[in-house]
């Protein structure tokens, strides 16, 4: 049985399980990013979470589960840290470090469920949710479009029309047949919980010197949010993602197979044991054979990309 970890689902209020992330699929959602295809990467992204937790597949998770699931493997298989090289106006750059389980806490008390009473009609919504996250892709400002993601159910007496059961273009239709005033009733509600987030720091860096902000991420996580906030954790040169996988072959003597079925942080790991060999052979041969002067300890390539 493959290790598991659990990932808390903000809008279902409660654990899955998700498998870890082997470094071919952390290649491939790297990968993904430098295409200049951005519905390839969404999909390609899903594609990857429902693969290691097919849990998700009929749950209509929201932007904000996504996110929760994409910074816990970021977590436990890549990296606990989230490293960012922030750029100055005078072009002069510093490096700002911050904890993913930090963000994650952030995430986790995300709650963006809301219930609107109005003529008899009951209708819960909760965050936009992630199968329609590539309508959004060319900045999609429709109300009825965001309407017909965020909502979960409306009910009119005995009846009870449940959305995530039915297609984007069949809630179109939905929303759109609602009284003006139900609608501008739900705008106002879900207009309000979002304000509440867009004042809470998701993520927020500040000039070491002056104090400012330089980047300033809330927690009212939109479709320009979670792009910005995947960039931030899956973006790596591939350069150095190719020359990961050539080195452990290279010199730990890994097959390609078995490195691509490990996590990213496992292949850390190997390398570090293999640094620390050759530095201390090195050491003592340096011991047995002096030459003119002290030789520091290297390796072939000690470039792991990360």
Known sequence: MSFKLNVYLPSKKREVLINELCYRQYR???????????????????????????????????????????????????????????????????????????????????????????????????????????????NNK?????????????????????????????????????????????????????????????????????DEPVLKISSNITFDVLQKMVEFLYTESLNNIYRTLYNVVKHLGFTAEYADSITPIELQVYWMYFMQDTAKQKEQENTTKPSGGFNMPTTPNSELGF
């Open 142 to 210: 429709d109300t009825f479009v965001d309407l017909a993601s965020m909502i979960d159910t409306i009910k009119t007496g005995e009846q009870t029309v449940i959305f995530k059961d039915l297609t984007l273009d069949d809630r179109l239709q939905i929303v759109q047949a609602l009284p003006v005033t139900i609608v501008k009733q739900i705008l106002e509600s879900i207009k309000a919980l979002n304000q509440r987030y867009n004042d809470i720091d998701l993520l927020l860096i500040k000039n070491p010197i002056t």
């Open 28 to 138: 491939e959602l790297v990968k993904s990013l430098h295409s200049a295809n951005k519905k390839e990467t969404i999909l390609q992204y899903n594609f990857i979470l429902e693969n290691l937790c097919p849990d998700i597949i009929n749950e209509n998770i929201t932007f904000e589960d996504k996110l929760s699931l994409l910074l816990t493997i970021r977590n436990f298989c890549v990296n606990p840290d989230l490293k960012l090289k922030c750029t100055m106006p005078d072009n002069s750059t510093y490096n700002y470090t911050t904890s993913i389980d930090s963000l994650l806490n952030k995430i986790k008390s995300i709650d963006k469920s809301g219930t609107v009473e109005t003529n008899g009609i009951t209708i819960e919504y909760s965050s936009y949710k992630v199968r329609d996250e590539w309508v959004f892709l060319n």
